[in-house]
């Protein structure tokens, strides 16, 4: 398992936020955005072959498929 918390940079504007670590769970509507974010635990789930980080912010989770840790 990552250290936590770290910072990753997410570099599509259009990353799902789901409301739990996996695809099977609801996205929440939202997406990221192109920047840096703040990851506070990292759990495995479908769907991601890296893990699911949970967003500092509490907006849900990440696919760090997606996310480049910095």
């Not at 504007?13 to 974010?37: E, H, N, W």
């Not at 990851?39 to 509490?58: D, Y």
């Amino acid at each position: 398992p990552a250290a936590v918390p770290f910072t990753v940079k997410v570099s599509v504007s259009d990353l799902r936020i789901r409301s739990g670590p996996g695809t099977d769970t609801a996205a929440t509507g939202k997406f990221t955005g192109v920047g840096v974010f703040t990851i506070t635990e990292v759990k495995e789930g479908p769907g991601s072959t890296k893990g699911w980080g949970r967003l500092k912010s509490g907006a849900g989770w990440i696919s760090l498929d997606y996310a480049q840790k910095i």
